[in-house]
């Protein structure tokens, strides 16, 4: 069974442009979430789909970004324009349903690393 | 609030010795708690979780974790550390179903030969 993957693994972009991540769940994974680690930071929650809706976007940190999940299977996250405190490694992981609540096992993916100029 | 706090960001031990990994946490509802581990260019791994049954819980690779509500304390341990668990080890605390995880700052681990 694949894993969840995350594309691109690296971007490096200046500040101003748009940069759009992708994630992969596990196929039937209802649940996919969000988060982002700044250096030396905790990793931190940005927000969380059930399939394609938005269940709790209360981490995303402002309007330039954008998170979308079509047909509830791969996400992407776009950051326009993109800003020096923007970098970051950007996780997403996946879930299969809430039925284990909260001892549900997130699985999660390598990370995307964004380096913003 | 929910927060839980990692001691060292760093921890070296020799291989073969004892690996304490530490994790305090503050929940205002009987915590899940969970530990990760990230190996290089990797995805973050679940290594146990406790889901309030017993409290001393085990998981892969021979690790372990107590759970301490008196000390609000999640440490995880094994008692004999090989050069292959050399990574980086995140503490998490989860309150609600379908909730979010809080993750600590991270650990990483470096095992001397």
């Known amino acids: 069974e694949a894993g969840v993957t995350q594309f691109p693994s690296h971007s490096v972009i200046e500040k101003g442009q748009t940069v759009t991540l992708r994630c992969d769940p596990i196929?039937?994974?209802?649940?996919l979430y969000w988060y982002r680690r700044v250096m030396g930071k905790e990793i931190k929650f940005l927000l969380h789909?059930?399939?394609?809706?938005?269940?709790?976007e209360s981490g995303m940190p402002n309007n330039r970004f954008l998170a979308e999940r079509t047909g509830g299977t791969y996400s992407t996250l776009k950051v326009q324009p993109a800003e020096l405190e923007d970098s970051g490694v950007y996780f997403c992981?996946?879930?299969?349903?809430?039925?284990?609540?909260?001892?549900?096992?997130?699985?999660f993916g390598p990370g995307t690393r964004l380096l913003v100029l | 609030a929910q927060s839980v706090t990692q001691l060292g960001s760093h921890v070296s031990v020799s291989e073969g010795a004892l690996v304490l990994l530490r994790c305090n946490y503050s929940?205002?509802?009987?915590?899940?708690l969970f530990w990760y581990v990230q190996y290089p260019n990797q995805g973050l791994q679940l290594l146990l979780k406790?889901?309030?049954?017993?409290?001393l819980v085990k998981g892969i690779n021979g690790f372990e974790a107590e759970f301490k509500k008196s000390e609000t304390s999640f440490h995880l341990t094994k008692p004999s550390a090989h050069m292959s668990d050399a990574a980086e080890y995140f503490c998490?605390?989860?309150?609600?179903?379908?909730?979010?995880?809080?993750f600590g700052t991270g650990t990483s681990l470096t095992v001397i030969p």
């Open positions: 929940s205002s509802v009987p915590p899940y």
């Open positions: 196929s039937g994974h209802d649940n």
């Open positions: 992981a996946s879930s299969q349903d809430l039925a284990g609540g909260r001892g549900e096992t997130q699985y």
């Open positions: 789909f059930v399939k394609e809706s938005k269940q709790d």
């Open positions: 406790y889901t309030s049954a017993a409290t």
């Open positions: 998490a605390v989860r309150v609600g179903v379908g909730n979010q995880f809080y």
